[in-house]
């Protein structure tokens, strides 16, 4: 008889589709005949607050959709770590300041203090090693 761990049979029967409803964020998703994506933290119809690095929306999630966004307030991307990437997307009616996070002393973005998302725009940021954001392009919302 062959005894199988209940974290195998969990993890297999989640990459094999067999429990439908148990995925848990970063789990590969299978549909159809194979691999369709990755799951990912997402945090939906946020409201920036503030207009300095202090008062801004604290970002905890990979993708971030802002909602609302009222003149001159931001987010702050999470503390930085190498590999991190972080998606914002400005849904807001206003320009949408990005800052790093407070506990990010020094921190740049683009060598910069913030990055700015007009509305109906989106943006990617890339963390290459701590303190140092890269922006990726700023597309057209779709």
């Not at 009616?93 to 990005?98: F, G, K, M």
């Not at 007009?118 to 290459?128: E, P």
């Amino acid at each position: 008889m062959v005894m199988l761990s209940s974290t195998f049979v969990s993890l297999h029967g989640r990459v094999m589709g067999l429990f439908k409803g148990l995925a848990a964020n970063g789990d590969f998703w299978l549909g159809g005949d194979g691999f369709q994506g990755v799951l990912e933290d997402v945090a939906d119809g946020l409201t920036a607050t503030g207009s300095t690095q202090a008062g801004a929306l604290q970002l905890t999630k990979k993708v971030n959709r802002c909602s609302t966004v009222a003149a001159s307030t931001g987010v702050a991307l999470p503390v930085s770590k190498a590999g991190m990437i972080v998606h914002v997307i400005n849904d807001g009616a206003q320009a949408l300041t990005v800052y790093p996070a407070v506990a990010d002393s020094g921190a740049a973005i683009d060598g910069t203090t913030t990055a700015t998302i007009t509305n109906a725009r989106r943006g990617t940021f890339i963390c290459t090693a701590a303190g140092t954001w890269f922006s990726v392009g700023y597309q057209k919302a779709a």
